[in-house]
């Protein structure tokens, strides 16, 4: 029975530093994804780009089946170098959807500061969130299931809002969307650290899309409770 016992502890040490290994690199690629966001992002707001200038279901279409092709490549190649390259592609490419955003707030006389504090508020969301996962090691397995159905009912009111411009709708999204994705923070971080998620490329492809969208929602929020006009 000793040396069962021996390699059980063996076996359960090597998951433990597999696991360690996943959540370092997610980490890593996840900082070096900002990189083309943020080039992106100042090349959309310098350049004037958009996306959605015309009809804004087709402009929806057309991002979903962009941003949807990449994760589609990235999964594909999720085990080789490609996949890094395309998540990148990817990053860069919301990047430049966050232009149209980012020039709505720069429009506000505290625009900048707005964005900053959207930047600050997410950070500190993702850290605090993501250290509860690491640290306590609970599973939060349980949130996928509400947090799916959450998703679900937001985009459904996403779309509704692109028609109907409520403001009341608007801030109710983004507060909705803050919530569901600070709780995939909790999800994703703890399928990586239970071993549920073992490559890092698709980690970091879930927890950067978490990300990203508190940021969007935060800054949305944001301008509507504390924008001001010159």
Known sequence: MQPQFQMTGQTAQDVSVQQNKVLRNTYMLLALSMVPTVAGALLGVQTGFSLFAGSPMLSFLVFMGIAFGFMWGIERTKDSAMGVVLLLGFTFFMGLMLAGILRVALGFANGGSLIATAAGGTGAIFFTLAGIATVTKKDFSFLGKFLFIGLVVLILASLANIFFQIPALSLTVSAVAVLIFSGYILYDISQIVSGGETN???????????????????????MILSGRRD
């Open 200 to 222: 890092y490329i698709s980690a970091t492809l879930k927890v950067y899309l978490d990300v990203y969208n508190i940021f969007v929602n935060l800054l949305n929020l944001l």
